[in-house]
């Protein structure tokens, strides 16, 4: 089991040593999709990691590849310009990953094509020089469809934009021919100098030489179970039950929760349809898979999904729904039903703890937000499987761990981050970070404590353990904040040093009260 876990005096995690993890590969094999997800992973488990881009450092030095030499790309002989800017980027890049790792970094994904023998061997030599252990990564691919699919969704749409207004076609055809040139000088990993992952098709076989060590073997256990398939994630939650502030009562959805769970439905459904066809896809080809908790309010709010009357306005979905026990809500211990007052009236010196650190403190017989992500871990394992959409209808607290392990928010920041009752999160995982979107789509009970729409956002005074949100210095304010008109999705990105979302920036939250809306995670 692994989560957010702690700190040491050496900012180093079980004394795992420095690891500097080298990806290899032709170009469109998935390196960055990989480099990415391994490094949300090990954010996420407490060290501190970061991917270090050799394509975006050198936009970064140089700019868009539209602005350099027509040779910068290719390979074998090259003019005395492009030498001297490769070797200039390079040299400014690897100064990257030193300075990271001199800072108290633990983890540097190098994410580069490091295709020769050669480059491989300087890399090593450098890393042990610097006492860091090296693991080659090499991302292989013969799957056609699959790497048709990435130089579609990756590459003629990347931060370079060098295919901008090119006919698509023409545009994969010239990247084609890039990849062509590459594999002439390409030499696979078969050197046994150092250790070595082989990952082929991105998940579909994995191969593993003389690594060894904790977290060495975190890295190999976690890139097990990784795909790039395309794939949305979506988040609401349950409707609202007969007896909204108890944790040990479990009761059933009111009224209004089984007609939120059926407005859910409609909305997801078309929501999606429209998605899929932008995209070119077939809803009816693809199957949606409902993740609930064991609580009735949960797993009940799902239950529309597997029925189909003459009245529903679209026609019937693959759908499979499965329980997860582990996603049940936080524990609120002794402070079920309680309200912030009664709170700080019976337990003074409890609470005062609690405000201090709301993710790591403890609550008398209760959850902290640390054992929830430490009981939620293998859950998100099936969900980097999941190659399926993916609604997860869960508890707002359940809701806020799995949405800052997709975007990279800090533990600390984990209990602030607001789920509104009424709104639809759509999550769609991408090589660079990941496209979020907000879609209101409820105001009837269930959206308030009062049971009303006057602006509530879900929380339930009596049972605020769950449904606590801090504010912070640098939270936005809805007045403070502009929403896109018609729900335009931003991308979260992620740099060298930075998780998605950027440390001390604005937590994520839903904001304005127009149909569809724009999540915030600068």
Not at 242 to 260: C, F, R, T, V
Not at 439 to 461: L, N
Request: include cysteine.
């Amino acid at each position: 089991m692994v989560a957010p876990l702690y700190t040491t005096d050496s900012g180093l995690l079980f004394h795992a040593g420095k690891i500097l993890v080298c990806t290899v590969g032709l170009p469109a094999r998935g390196k960055t999709h990989i480099s990415r997800a391994l490094e949300r992973y090990l954010r996420w488990t407490g060290v501190k990691t970061a991917v270090i881009s050799l394509g975006d450092h050198r936009r970064k030095v140089l700019g868009g590849a539209q602005q350099l030499p027509q040779d910068y790309f290719t390979m074998g002989a090259k003019g005395p310009e492009t030498l001297q800017l490769r070797q200039k980027v390079m040299e400014s890049c690897e100064q990257l990953i030193w300075d990271f790792f001199n800072s108290g970094g633990q983890v540097v994904i190098y994410d580069a094509n490091n295709g020769t023998r050669e480059r491989r061997q300087l890399l090593g030599e450098k890393a042990e020089k610097n006492g860091v252990h090296i693991i080659m990564l090499e991302s292989s691919c013969d799957d056609e469809a699959l790497i048709l699919s990435n130089i579609r969704s990756v590459k003629i749409s990347s931060p370079d934009a060098m295919y901008r207004n090119w006919d698509p076609e023409k545009a994969v055809a010239d990247y084609y021919s890039r990849i062509k040139d590459h594999e002439r000088h390409y030499e696979p990993v078969e050197e046994t100098t150092w250790p070595f992952i082989r990952i082929k098709n991105v998940g579909e076989n994995i191969m593993v030489n003389n690594v060894f060590g904790y977290l060495q073997s975190r890295v190999v256990f976690f890139l097990m179970n990784i795909h790039n398939r395309f794939r949305t994630i979506y988040f609401a939650r349950s409707g609202q039950s007969l007896i909204e502030h108890s944790y040990k009562a479990d009761s059933d959805l009111s009224p209004a929760g089984w007609e939120y769970a059926e407005r859910l439905k409609e909305f997801v459904l078309e929501r999606r349809m429209k998605s899929l066809q932008e995209r070119g896809l077939d809803p009816a080809e693809r199957r949606l898979v409902i993740w609930t908790s064991a609580r009735r309010r949960s797993h009940h709010t799902a239950w529309p999904f597997l029925t189909h009357n003459a009245n529903d306005p679209l026609p019937p979905t693959r759908v499979k729904v499965i329980e997860r026990p582990q996603m049940s809500e936080i524990n609120p211990g002794v402070w079920d039903g309680l309200t912030p007052d009664q709170v700080r009236k019976y337990y003074p010196d409890e609470w005062e703890r609690f405000s201090h650190d709301p993710y790591a403190y403890r609550a008398p017989r209760a959850e902290s937000y640390h054992d929830l992500c430490v009981r939620l871990e293998p859950t998100l394992i099936e969900l980097e499987r999941e190659r399926e959409d993916l609604l997860i209808i869960g508890h707002a607290s359940v809701i806020r761990c799995i949405l800052a392990y997709l975007i990279g928010l800090p533990a600390s920041e984990i209990p602030a981050i607001e789920v509104a009752r009424g709104d639809l999160l759509e999550v769609v995982p991408a090589s660079y970070g990941v496209w979020s979107q907000a879609h209101h789509f409820w105001d009837g009970p269930g959206r308030s404590s009062q049971g009303g729409a006057a602006g509530g956002h879900g929380k339930d005074e009596h049972n605020f353990y769950e449904n606590y949100a801090e504010d912070t210095k640098g939270k936005r304010r809805p007045s403070e904040t502009s929403v896109t008109a018609g729900g335009v999705p931003r991308m979260s990105g992620m740099t060298p040093s930075t998780p998605a979302t950027g440390r001390g920036t604005p937590l994520p939250q839903i904001v304005g009260r127009k149909e569809t809306e724009e999540y915030q995670e600068k």
